[in-house]
Each structure stands twice: as C-alpha cells, then as structure tokens.
C-alpha cells in the first residue's frame, strides 16, 4: 500500500534554480525522512524529521516537516548538478518505513 | 558508511531455481530489512528481522523466505525464482532507537530468465 504521494514525478531544471518536492499523505506519521539515491546505488540518508513543523536546512537543502505530521517538503535552493539524483520520502509507522516512489531530478549546467 | 555489504552484487539465474542474497553488517545492530525496488512501485519491505532467529513478514513476503543465524548476516531466500522476482533488493540495518535510522547497502540487482 502506497501511503505517501510524492510529486513531481520528474523534474528536469537547469543549474542555479530553486525547487522543491513534495511528500504528502492522509495518515500520521511519528517520522519522516528523506534519502537520496544514484544510480545503482543504495538511497542515502539525507535527514530525519520528528516534530510537526519542523524545519531543518542541511547546506542548500531545506526540510520541512507539516504541522499534522502527514506531510513533508524538500526545496533546494540554487540547483547544482551533483544534486541530480532520486529524492525518496519514507514514513516510520508502525514497525517499517514507508516509502514513496520518488522524484527524479535533473539539473543540467 | 554503515557497514553493509551485499553479494553478490548481481545475478542472473532461470525461472524455477532456487536463490539466496546475503547482507552482512559490521556493527551488530539488532534489525535488519530486505526491500525490493521496482520502477513504479518504489522500495517496498519483504521481510524484516529484530534479532537472531526473529524474523516477521513485510508488504510483499509471498515467495520469499528469511533466516538469521548470526546477528551480522541476514539471507534472503527465493525458493523458487519467477521473472516477476526480477528486482533490485536492498538490505538495511537501523541503527537507532526508532525505526527511521535505516541505513542502506549497496543492492543486489537480480535478473530472472
């Protein structure tokens, strides 16, 4: 069961511009996290948010968790190639995560 | 680096044959996953374990079975392989107190004929 709605699907920017993903869903959450995946790579871990309406910034990278805690965000800030990559939401709830299915983003120079 | 490896790394076996992944952690955490990633569906969770010998059923267990005999490995076993098996698996380890500190190996990508 897919719980969490991950939009856009694809995103293809030029370096330098701004965006941001999002992560939404109809059920509460006690965590959300964000990983970052390459290709034929495992994701990677970007950041774990707790609190309804937390906000955490890592580099140009700005998370944000909704109050309800059913929902996420991620906006990147000035777009650099080596961002390119798969952003992944997963949901703690219960004894798994629960993913979704990913924005692929491309920013090209 | 959380210490995971898996192997092998890739495979290509036939319908019908059996075929076991193994996932190998350095730092003796207590639980241990197997997802499988497909275009479309994401990463979805087949099996999981919290320790040695305890293991529990995921969102897509059928077909597939599990063992734990020492804390650091962790096997993934396809009794009886289908091309609908044809997947990239992954394993994670969590390293917290709470389930969301999972961290990820590097796949096993696997190709059934």
């Known amino acids: 069961t897919q719980l969490l709605e991950q939009s856009p699907q694809f995103l293809s920017i030029q370096e330098g511009e701004n965006l941001t993903v999002y992560c939404n869903s109809s059920s509460v959450f006690s965590s959300l996290q964000w990983y970052r995946q390459e290709p034929g790579e495992g994701p990677v871990l970007l950041v774990t948010?707790?609190?309804?309406?937390e906000v955490k910034k890592l580099k140009r990278l700005t998370f944000q968790f909704g109050d309800a805690r059913k929902d996420s965000s991620l906006h990147i800030t000035a777009a650099q190639p080596g961002d390119t990559g798969l952003y992944l939401c997963?949901?703690?709830?219960?004894?798994?995560?629960?993913f979704g299915k990913g924005t692929s983003l491309l920013v090209t120079p | 680096d959380a210490g995971i490896t898996q192997s092998p790394r890739h495979k290509v076996t036939e319908t019908g044959t059996p075929v076991t992944l193994r996932c190998h952690q350095t730092?003796?955490?207590?639980?241990m996953y197997w997802y499988r990633q497909d275009p479309g569906h994401g990463l979805r969770l087949i099996h999981y374990?919290?320790?040695?010998?305890?293991?529990d059923k995921g969102e897509v267990s059928d077909g597939y079975s599990v063992s734990r005999s020492k804390t650091e490995d962790f096997l993934l076993t396809l009794e009886s392989a289908t091309s609908s098996q044809t997947s990239v698996y992954f394993c994670?380890?969590?390293?917290?107190?709470?389930?969301?500190?999972?961290?990820f190996g590097p796949g096993t990508r696997l190709l059934v004929l």
């Open positions: 374990s919290y320790g040695v010998k305890d293991t």
């Open positions: 948010v707790v609190t309804g309406g």
């Open positions: 730092e003796n955490h207590r639980y």
């Open positions: 997963a949901g703690a709830l219960g004894y798994a995560l629960n």
């Open positions: 994670a380890i969590r390293t917290g107190t709470t389930q969301e500190t999972q961290y």
